[in-house]
């Protein structure tokens, strides 16, 4: 059972805009760090993105730096990856995860939030 919601995904034609959200109700994210992996057909799981928990630090894979922007808002238990400049090869499944302060491990999972970058 997932412990995380991921929302956010759709169809964006190449060169659009995304924002990606993971929440939970069931305990506070302001311990964890959270960060995105994301799993495309046929292919392994990727992480993408992770920022840590005070927010100070984070983390993109060579393939999305200067795409993709990791934020955090505690106020509202949330974290978010913008992600613009879509490309094909971003398609994909994308998952949040909250773990270890510095993106070391991750405890609890979401479910999943499609992303299909077409025109």
């Known amino acids: 059972q997932a412990q995380l919601v991921a929302s956010g995904g759709g169809v964006v034609q190449p060169g659009g805009s995304l924002r990606l959200s993971c929440t939970t109700s069931r305990f506070s994210l302001d311990y964890y760090a959270v960060g995105w992996i994301r799993q495309a057909p046929g292919k392994e799981r990727e992480r993408v993105s992770c920022?840590?928990?005070?927010?100070?630090?984070?983390s993109y894979a060579d393939s999305v730096k200067g795409r993709f922007t990791i934020y955090r808002d505690d106020a509202k238990n949330t974290v978010y990856l913008q992600m613009n400049n879509l490309k094909p090869e971003d398609t994909a499944v994308y998952y949040c995860?909250?773990?270890?302060?510095?993106?070391?491990?991750?405890?609890?999972w979401g479910q999943g939030t499609e992303v299909t970058v077409s025109s």
């Open positions: 920022i840590s928990n005070s927010g100070g630090s984070w």
């Open positions: 995860a909250a773990g270890g302060p510095r993106c070391e491990y991750y405890d609890y």
